[in-house]
C-alpha cells in the first residue's frame, strides 16, 4: 500500500524560536499576538453569515433544556478561520437526534435566533478522504457516536472573538444544559518565522513501534508476500517502490501559501503475479501536485493551521469553496530549519530546510 503524503505536526514547545549553533548572532523572534483577533464580533453578524449544512435558522432563544441528557464538551475555547469556519465535535448518545447553537458576545449579549441542526450532520469517520500534498489529515478511528457539525463562513466574518451556546437533543425531546464555547477567529499568517520556502528532505514514519525513514530523491520500496494459483507462494522484495522528488511549501507574508509535491512510483501486477507464480510489475508512475491557499498561527495554542482553496493533482483541478484546513504544531523552526511532528496514528516527524 502507498505511503501517505506528508503530515506536517507536532507540539511547539515555546512560542519564541530560537536560532540553531550556525545561526547564532541572527537573535530570537517573540511572535506576539494579533490585536484584530481579541476584537468582540456581534453575534448577529456572525450567526447571519455562517453555513451549517442540515441547519436552519430560527427566530428567538433556543428551547428551555430540561436537563435529563447528558453532554459536554471536550474544548471550550478554539480556532475559526476565514471562509472556512470550524468544526463542533463531540460524543452523542445513539437516539441522537441534533443540535440547538446559539451565538453571543464575549460580554453575554445573545444572538436574536439560533440554529437547529438536524442529525444528518452525523458522521462515523471525521474525516474520511485525505488529500495529498504536503500536509494531510489522517483518518480518524471510527466511532459510532461520534458528531461533527463543519461551520463555514462568509466572506463577511472577518478575524475576532464571538462564543456559542450547544445543548443536544434526543428521538425522545430530552434537551442537554448548554455548553459554551468561545471561538477566535484567526488572522492569515501571525509568524514570521515561518514566511519563506522550505524543501523537505526527509520524514520519519512510526506504525505500531517500527520507524522507517524516507529521504527526499532516495527510492524507498515495501515488501510482500503472495500465494500463487499453483498454490505456491513468492515473496517480492520489491513490490512497491516511490521516490519523493520535490516536496515544498512556501508561507507567504501576507498568509497566501503555495505546495508542491512531486513523486514517482512502481507498483507489482497482483493479477499476473499470481498467475505466473513470477513478479510483474506496472509502468513507473509520476505524480504531480500542487496547492494554493492561506496560512494561519494562533499563538496561544502553537497551532498553524493551512486552508487550502485550490489544487492540481497531475492536471486535475479541484477548488474548495471554504477551504480544506488542516492544524499542524511546530516542534522547531531556525533560520534555515523546520522540523515537523505528526502524533497521530502514523507518528510523522518531517524534516524541512529553508530554500
Do not use: H
Request: proline fraction near 3%.
Amino acid at each position: 500500500m502507498k505511503k501517505s503524503y506528508l503530515c506536517a505536526v507536532a507540539l511547539l514547545s515555546l512560542v519564541t524560536v530560537s536560532c540553531s549553533d550556525d545561526d547564532s548572532g541572527t537573535g530570537i523572534v517573540t511572535v506576539n499576538p494579533d490585536p484584530i483577533e481579541e476584537i468582540a464580533l456581534n453575534p448577529d453578524d456572525v450567526s447571519g453569515n455562517i453555513i451549517i449544512n442540515n441547519g436552519t435558522i430560527v427566530a428567538g432563544d433556543a428551547p428551555t433544556p430540561t436537563g435529563t441528557l447528558p453532554f459536554t464538551m471536550d474544548q471550550t475555547t478554539q480556532s475559526g478561520f476565514q471562509k472556512n469556519g470550524f468544526d463542533i465535535s463531540f460524543g452523542a448518545p445513539t437516539n441522537y437526534a441534533g443540535a440547538y447553537i446559539q451565538l453571543q458576545s464575549s460580554d453575554g449579549t445573545m444572538a436574536a435566533e439560533y440554529w437547529n441542526v438536524t442529525v444528518p450532520g452525523r458522521s462515523n469517520v471525521i474525516n474520511n478522504n485525505k488529500r495529498k500534498g504536503l500536509f494531510n489529515k489522517q483518518l480518524s478511528k471510527s466511532n459510532d457516536q461520534q458528531v461533527e457539525i463543519d461551520v463555514d463562513f462568509e466572506d463577511a466574518v472577518s478575524p475576532g472573538t464571538f462564543c456559542y451556546l450547544i445543548c443536544i437533543y434526543d428521538t425522545e425531546g430530552n434537551i442537554s444544559q448548554p455548553v459554551e464555547v468561545c471561538v477566535e477567529v484567526e488572522a492569515w499568517a501571525g509568524n514570521p518565522n515561518l514566511v519563506g520556502t522550505w524543501n523537505l528532505t526527509k520524514e520519519e514514519i512510526t506504525y505500531e513501534g517500527e520507524t522507517d525513514t524516507d529521504i527526499v530523491g532516495e527510492e524507498t520500496c515495501e515488501s510482500f508476500a503472495v500465494n500463487c494459483n499453483n498454490d505456491s507462494s513468492l515473496f517480492i522484495e520489491d513490490a512497491y517502490c516511490y521516490t519523493i522528488n520535490l516536496a515544498s511549501v512556501t508561507f507567504n507574508a501576507d498568509g497566501t501559501l503555495s505546495e508542491i509535491y512531486k513523486e514517482t512510483s512502481r507498483d507489482y501486477d497482483y493479477s499476473a503475479t499470481i498467475e505466473n507464480c513470477e513478479a510483474a510489475y506496472f509502468e513507473t508512475e509520476e505524480d504531480n501536485y500542487s496547492a494554493t491557499g492561506y496560512w494561519a498561527y494562533d499563538e496561544e495554542e502553537s497551532l498553524l493551521t493551512l486552508v487550502i482553496f485550490n489544487e492540481t493533482d497531475d492536471g486535475v483541478v479541484t477548488n474548495y469553496e471554504n477551504g480544506d484546513a488542516y492544524s499542524v504544531t511546530l516542534d522547531e523552526v531556525t533560520t534555515s530549519t523546520l522540523t515537523l511532528n505528526d502524533p497521530g496514528i502514523e507518528a510523522i516527524k518531517s524534516f524541512f530546510t529553508k530554500q
